[in-house]
C-alpha cells in the first residue's frame, strides 16, 4: 500500500498539472476542457431554450428537433461522430481537444437548453405583463427581467448538470485526450497499480464536484431572500 502511493506522489506533476490542468507536453487537461465546454454550452443552451419558446414555428421546430435528437443518443457516439465525421468534413485532420469540445458542446447544449426553458417559464406571467406595462421590448423585458429571475430558479439544475459534464470528460480519453482518467490509464499501463490510481482520480473529481456543489448553494442562498 505505502509503494502505491509512493507511485501516485511520484507521478504526480504529470496527474495534476498534465492530466487535470492541461500543462505540458500533450494537449490535454480536464479542466482545460470542462471549463470551455461549460461556458461555451450554457450560451448554445441558452439559445436553444428560447428557441424551444420563441413562437415562430421555423425557430420553435428546429430547437425541438435538436434537443429530443442529442437527449436520445449517448454522448460516447457523439464523441465519436465527431471524431469521424469532421475531419472528412474539412479535409485535414482535428486535434483531439477541438473534437471532444465541440462533441461536449453540442451534448450538453441540448440538456442545458431544456434546463433554460423551464427557468425561463417558471418566470410568473406577471413580471412580463408588468415590464410590457413600462414600455419594455421583448427583448428587453426577456434580459432585464426574466432571464435574472430565471437564472436564479435554474441554478440547482444548471449545477447539477455541469458537475455530470465536468465527470464526463473522462469519456475523452477514448480518442486519446490527454485528461486525468487518460493520465492515469499511461501511468498505470507502466506501473501496474490501478487500485491507487483510479482510487486517487476519482478523490479528485469528487473533490471537484463535492466543491462546485457547496458553491452553488452559497450563491443560491445569496440570491434567495431569508
Known amino acids: 500500500m505505502i509503494s502505491d502511493f509512493e507511485i501516485i506522489w511520484r507521478n504526480l506533476p504529470f496527474l495534476m498539472i498534465q492530466g487535470f490542468l492541461g500543462f505540458g507536453n500533450f494537449v490535454g487537461g480536464t479542466l482545460r476542457l470542462a471549463i470551455p465546454a461549460i461556458v461555451l454550452g450554457f450560451l448554445l443552451g441558452i439559445f436553444i431554450g428560447l428557441g424551444r419558446l420563441a413562437p415562430q414555428r421555423w425557430i420553435r421546430i428546429p430547437a425541438t428537433l435538436y434537443v429530443e435528437f442529442f437527449r436520445g443518443v449517448p454522448l460516447v457516439m457523439v464523441i465519436f461522430w465527431m471524431w469521424i465525421v469532421v475531419p472528412i468534413v ?80 473522462s469519456l475523452a480519453s477514448i480518442i486519446g485526450f490527454m485528461d486525468l482518467t487518460k493520465a492515469a490509464q499511461v501511468v498505470n499501463n507502466r506501473e501496474v497499480r490501478p487500485f491507487a490510481l483510479y482510487l486517487f482520480i476519482a478523490v479528485v473529481y469528487w473533490i471537484c464536484t463535492y466543491s462546485m456543489s457547496r458553491y452553488a448553494r452559497h450563491v443560491e442562498a445569496r440570491l434567495t431572500p431569508a
Open 90 to 169: 474539412l479535409r485535414r485532420p482535428i486535434p483531439e481537444f477541438w473534437v471532444a469540445l465541440t462533441a461536449f458542446v453540442i451534448f450538453e447544449a441540448a440538456y442545458l437548453g431544456e434546463i433554460v426553458r423551464a427557468g425561463v417559464q417558471s418566470v410568473a406571467r406577471g413580471q412580463v405583463e408588468a415590464a410590457t406595462a413600462v414600455g419594455l421590448t421583448g427583448a428587453q423585458t426577456m434580459r432585464h427581467v426574466v432571464l435574472p429571475q430565471a437564472l436564479k430558479n435554474m441554478i440547482p439544475s444548471l449545477v447539477t448538470q455541469f458537475i455530470v459534464l465536468f465527470k464526463d470528460t
